[in-house]
């Protein structure tokens, strides 16, 4: 089973700011990578897939790269509304496996 | 739009059995695949299992199998997750979501569905 790494536990940035959130794999995972966004209270919500691809109605705000065994997701200009946690998870060997997540704080 | 619509809350004793459900609306509810993940209390996500709705298969996750049961009422356009005999540790929220065709991954989830286990 392919275990995912996420770093920081948590991340403290001001608003308008950038946030880059890390994410590892045990085995390279190709481009097999999907980031995941779940506010306080709600279910989780697909940002991006194929390590890099925004789903619909994500904003352009959030980037994601890496290939291999490491990923990031970036998200720019910061705004309150992106207070959550973040996980990744790798589909390219079964089982799917998620990372532990990062807490993303907005000061 | 897509939308799947799972059951309320739960609390129920150690021992008892639980069926909750997860409804699908805005697609071909027969052509993707069901997952049920669960969170437990300040924990991150675990996949437990599929089900696919077309023929009720199933998959499960190495820590599920044999611990709860997946299934399907097509007429319903509903995905069920069961237990038979519930313990404290299963005290989690439980969420469904649909795979994507040809991938491992959630496009949609359900609100989740809060199951407390006490006595």
């Known amino acids: 089973e392919i275990v995912m790494t996420q770093s920081p536990a948590t991340l403290s940035v001001s608003p308008g700011d950038r946030a880059t959130l890390s994410c590892r794999a045990s085995?390279?995972?190709?481009?097999?990578v999907v980031w995941y966004q779940q506010r306080p209270g709600q279910a989780p919500r697909l940002l991006i897939s194929a390590a890099s691809t925004r789903a619909t109605g994500i904003s352009v705000r959030f980037i994601g790269s890496g290939s291999g065994t490491e990923f990031t997701l970036s998200i720019n200009n910061l705004q309150s509304e992106d207070s959550a946690i973040y996980y990744c998870q790798q589909y390219n060997h079964a089982p799917q496996t998620f990372g532990q997540g990062t807490k993303l704080e907005i000061k | 739009d897509v939308q799947l619509e799972q059951s309320g809350a739960e609390v129920k004793k150690p021992g008892e059995s639980l069926k909750i459900s997860c409804r699908g609306s805005?697609?071909?509810?027969?052509?993707?695949?069901i997952a049920w993940v669960r969170q437990m209390p300040g924990k991150g996500l675990e996949w437990m299992g599929f089900v696919y709705p077309d023929d009720s298969d199933t998959r499960f996750g190495p820590s599920f199998e044999g611990q709860v049961s997946m299934s399907v009422d097509r007429s319903l356009n509903k995905a069920f997750l069961q237990w038979s005999s519930l313990k404290a540790s299963d005290t989690a929220m439980y969420f469904c979501a649909r795979r994507v065709i040809g991938s491992n991954y959630f496009d949609y989830w359900g609100q989740g569905t809060l199951v407390i286990v006490s006595s």
């Open positions: 805005g697609y071909n509810f027969g052509d993707y695949w």
């Open positions: 085995q390279s995972v190709g481009t097999a």
